[in-house]
């Protein structure tokens, strides 16, 4: 009963005040609710390579094992450290967010130049796969960015496309610009996203059904790093997709103006 704790204050006041109480602890439950359902995802990401890491070196350690066995397992024991170490990079990132520890040192940037440097080094994992990819910038486009921060976020967005993906399709890379906004669309003719998944891939460790039976690697943060770095730039990311058809990832964001 608030008014033996509050008795200057009249029934309105209490019961508006009882109400901002109510709200407050249900916000303070669904942040318990949040952090713990994180920890629980985080715990399950990091136990599924250790248990190949685990269970593979303790094959290999045996003594009558083949050598080619031995090295296949070492092989598969480095893949499997490698995304731990990757899963672990993204976490930390992740958390420098939160903490607001994150800084972003923003220079001025020639936008088209920057894209072919950045094809130039990502062309050879495509050509492996037999995807084509196109780069579409013709225009004198100059932005301030973070150069390491925005490679990570279109590798990031880059090594999907790759990875959902299928030989023989294409990939393309483009650039537009509008009223002083710019926008660089990546498109894929790979598997696409469900309605029902759309919403929700840029949570963190979020995966779809599909690509968590498939299993083709990833940890399901990879968008929601994108999302934030592109927000710490002052823009934000949209997606359309099409199952069985492609997807397109667009980030938009301001040009430069002096
Ligand atoms: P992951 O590590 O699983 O790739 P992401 O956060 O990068 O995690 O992506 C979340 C989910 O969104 C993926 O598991 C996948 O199902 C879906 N997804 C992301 N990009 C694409 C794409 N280009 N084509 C199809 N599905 C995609």
Redesign the pocket.
């Given at each position: 009963d608030f008014s033996v704790h509050f008795p200057k204050m009249g029934n309105d006041e209490l019961s508006e005040l009882s109400q901002s109480i109510t709200i407050l602890a249900n916000d303070l439950k669904h942040l318990k609710e949040e952090r713990s359902e994180f920890l629980a995802s985080i715990s399950h990401e990091l136990r599924t390579p250790l248990t190949y890491i685990k269970g593979y070196a303790d094959i290999a350690k045996r003594e009558n094992i083949a050598d080619k066995d031995r090295d296949h397992y070492l092989e598969i024991i480095f893949e499997e450290s490698e995304k731990l170490s990757d899963m672990i990079t993204d976490l930390f990132n992740l958390a420098k967010i939160d903490r607001n520890t994150f800084v972003i040192n923003r220079v001025n940037v020639q936008l088209c130049n920057y894209l072919h440097t950045l094809y130039e080094k990502v062309l050879p994992a495509f050509k492996e796969k037999k995807i084509e990819l196109e780069l579409n910038c013709r225009e004198n486009i100059n932005v301030r960015i973070d150069p390491m921060r925005f490679e990570q976020l279109l590798l990031?967005?880059l090594n999907?496309?790759l990875?959902?993906?299928e030989p023989y399709t294409k990939t393309s890379l483009s650039v537009k610009e509008e009223k002083g906004k710019v926008r660089i669309m990546i498109t894929?003719e790979?598997?696409?996203?469900s309605t029902e998944?759309l919403p929700f891939?840029?949570e963190r460790f979020?995966?779809?059904e599909?690509?968590?039976s498939r299993d083709?690697g990833?940890?399901?943060?990879?968008?929601?790093i994108?999302k934030e770095l592109i927000e710490a730039h002052g823009g934000n990311i949209e997606v359309a997709?099409e199952p069985g058809k492609?997807?397109t990832?667009t980030l938009i964001f301001k040009e430069m103006t002096e």
């Open positions: 990031n967005l999907n496309a990875k959902y993906s894929d790979g598997s696409g996203i998944d891939i840029f979020y995966r779809t599909k690509s968590r083709s990833g940890s399901g943060l990879g968008l929601s994108v997709s492609g997807s990832f």
